[in-house]
């Protein structure tokens, strides 16, 4: 299986803040790389696909970089609703593994 | 709006069988666009990749659960369902259905998830 790795596990910043998550994969996956919110009690939400396409109705202030091992999730300007948990999962090779997350906090 | 609708029982013993339901509200299922998911969180913990279906009932498992693991889909209801069998207390977690897509150019996604079910396996 494919090993992800997300940098820190957890991050603490305030509203107004620059943010960037960093993930790594344990081999080249190409561009094929996910990022999802998630809030407490509340299923993941797609954010990014395909390392650097934002999901229509997320906000412009989340974008995605990298390609082959490693990538990078950054929140330009954090809002409230930004405070989250956030997973990284690779698509190149079944199963699709899924980084151990990172948790924004206040 | 897509739905994934889950439904089944939050308390399982071990050594007995888990059984999911997700009841897709919108009629995307039989589409050959998409595949099916099954995702798994235990408590305080990373996502782990259960398995997937198609429409038409082509599976793969996580090799690390394959032994235990059974999808199917009932296309006449929208349905997709999952049994783990020989639960143990490792099998506690949050277990979510989810569609997924795949990308032309290579790779896929999951873009609608289903609300979560808290099994826990307990005596």
């Known amino acids: 299986d494919i090993q992800m790795t997300q940098s820190p596990s957890s991050l603490s910043a305030s509203v107004g803040d620059r943010v960037t998550i960093t993930c790594r994969a344990s081999q080249s996956i190409s561009s094929y790389l996910n990022w999802y919110q998630q809030k407490p009690g509340k299923a993941p939400k797609l954010l990014i696909y395909g390392a650097s396409n934002l999901q229509s109705g997320v906000p412009a202030r989340f974008s995605g970089s990298g390609s082959g091992t490693g990538f990078t999730l950054t929140i330009s300007s954090l809002q409230p609703e930004d405070f989250a948990n956030y997973h990284c999962q690779q698509s190149h090779s079944l199963p699709f593994t899924f980084g151990q997350g990172t948790k924004l906090e206040i | 709006q897509m739905q994934l609708q889950q439904s089944g029982p939050g308390l399982v013993k071990p050594s007995e069988t888990l059984s999911l339901t997700c009841t897709v509200s919108?009629?995307?299922?039989?589409?050959?666009?998409?595949?099916w998911g099954w995702i798994r969180q235990p408590p305080g913990r990373g996502l782990e990749w259960i398995g997937n279906?198609?429409?038409?009932?082509?599976?793969y498992y996580n090799p690390s659960l394959k032994s235990r693991v059974t999808m199917s889909v009932d296309t006449s209801k929208n349905q997709l369902s999952l049994k783990m069998s020989s639960v143990t207390v490792a099998d506690t977690a949050v277990y979510y259905c989810?569609?997924?897509?795949?990308?032309?150019?290579?790779?896929?996604?999951?873009?609608?998830w289903g609300h979560g079910t808290m099994v826990t396996v307990s005596s």
């Open positions: 279906i198609s429409y038409s009932g082509s599976t």
């Open positions: 919108v009629g995307s299922f039989s589409s050959q666009t998409y595949y």
């Open positions: 989810a569609r997924g897509v795949a990308v032309r150019s290579g790779g896929a996604f999951s873009d609608f």
